[in-house]
């Protein structure tokens, strides 16, 4: 089992910042890619950005520009900065990572999710 335990969320000014953070801890052997996921009232839950080992990183048109992610391998954490937030970047915002696995002798991967943590952007 992994578990993820994500920090930093809170209420904040339009335009202001904040960083989020996500520990991965328990069985982390395997782990590829980890990613922010939001999901704002009555909207479907969007991909935010993600990374890779390599720190590759991809993201959403939304937040290009403003938010960045990074993850330092050796703490298992994987990092949201958020600048010059908006309203519409309210959200619960959850921290995912994939677990690669072996299961019946093919190579697939298993997602593990944290408990999220609420953003507020005030207007």
């Known amino acids: 089992q992994v578990q993820l335990v994500e920090s930093g969320g809170g209420l904040v000014q339009a335009g202001g910042s904040l960083r989020l953070s996500c520990a991965a801890s328990?069985?982390?052997?395997?782990?590829?890619?980890m990613g922010w996921y939001r999901q704002a009232p009555g909207k479907q839950r969007e991909l935010v950005a993600d990374i890779t080992r390599s720190a590759s990183a991809n993201y959403a048109e939304s937040v290009k520009g403003r938010f960045t992610i990074s993850r330092d391998n050796a703490k298992n954490t994987i990092y949201l900065q958020m600048n010059r937030l908006k309203s519409e970047d309210t959200a619960i915002y959850s921290c995912?990572?994939?677990?690669?696995?072996?299961?019946?002798?093919?190579?697939?991967?298993?997602?593990?999710w944290g408990q999220g943590t609420h953003v507020t952007v005030s207007s």
């Open positions: 328990g069985n982390i052997f395997g782990i590829n890619a």
């Open positions: 995912q990572a994939d677990k690669a696995v072996i299961a019946d002798g093919f190579l697939s991967e298993i997602p593990y």
